[in-house]
């Protein structure tokens, strides 16, 4: 017998010679064995009801916890998804995007508190970015080829984070990630892009607009999160800045 059950042996021994003494003396002063009966029958009905509270409750602040953890954990998996490709991303499409004035209030981003990061969240959740990228002709083939040698090159991270069960938890990111692999398709199959017409390069943009608009705002909720539990992390992030052309990675 291992020393932990030998514990909860020999516990469980002293507790009923305390109750027997207790009860025992009870009788032995009182001499009222009904009473003591009565007593234990009343205290024995609400056994079932104090475990039913107690389950019920233990296993709420449990599962809440539990669920705490696991976005925690997710929400620090953010960090690794816009090293890897998300910081990247954003900027070839931000800087490639033909209507920078619907991010320019992102710029001062460094300025803000969490008031303004909710309501620009729930900005971008009800409503959508304008975005068109504003590439000529002869660049054409060369971003496009940046963009699909960048999801290419990151295809098996990406498909890595698609196969956490624990994503289904947060839809917005899961969207993204889709919305992702969806625009690295597109651009596989075309495997000449100097073929890309004008239609099918707005075909393109349609994809492009997609993984924008949740790509800024998982970037905007990543930086909330940093700015309440990690504040270090998030000055290289706004030194670098994809939303400020001026910005520089060197402190100042």
């Known amino acids: 017998m291992d020393s932990h059950k030998s514990w909860k042996i020999k516990f469980s021994i002293l507790m009923i010679i ?10 032995l002063v ?5 009473h003591i009966i009565s007593y234990i029958w009343t205290h024995l009905g609400f056994i079932p009801v104090d475990i039913l509270v107690v389950a019920f409750l233990l296993d709420e602040i449990i599962e809440r916890k539990e669920k ?7 929400d620090m998996l953010m960090s690794t998804f816009f090293s890897e490709v998300g910081n990247e991303l954003i900027t070839q499409l931000s800087h490639a995007n033909k209507y920078k004035a ?5 710029k001062s981003i460094k ?9 620009k969240l729930e900005e971008l959740k009800n409503s959508s970015l304008d975005f068109s990228a504003d590439i000529s002709l002869e660049e054409r083939e060369e971003f496009l080829e940046n963009l699909r040698d960048l999801l290419v090159g990151k295809r098996e ?4 984070l698609i196969n956490n069960p624990n994503l289904l938890e947060k839809e917005e990111f899961t969207g993204l990630i889709n919305a992702i692999l969806h625009l690295d398709e597109e651009l ?5 892009l100097s073929l890309v017409t004008d239609a099918d390069f707005a075909h393109l943009n349609g994809d492009m607009q997609r993984v924008y608009n949740k790509l800024v705002y998982e970037w905007v909720y990543y930086l909330r999160y940093l700015h309440k539990h990690y504040p270090y992390m998030i000055a290289l992030i706004i030194r670098t800045n994809p939303f400020d052309e001026t910005a520089s990675v060197y402190v100042e």
Do not use: Q
């Open 111 to 119: 300025n803000w508190d969490e008031k303004d990061f909710d309501a």
């Open 188 to 192: 596989e199959h075309r495997t000449d």
């Open 157 to 160: 991270f990406i498909i890595n």
């Open 30 to 34: 009182l001499g009222d064995a009904e």
């Open 18 to 27: 305390l109750i027997i003494i207790i009860y025992g003396s009870n009788y």
């Open 102 to 106: 619907s991010t320019e209030n992102l």
């Open 68 to 74: 705490e953890a696991m976005l925690e954990k997710l």
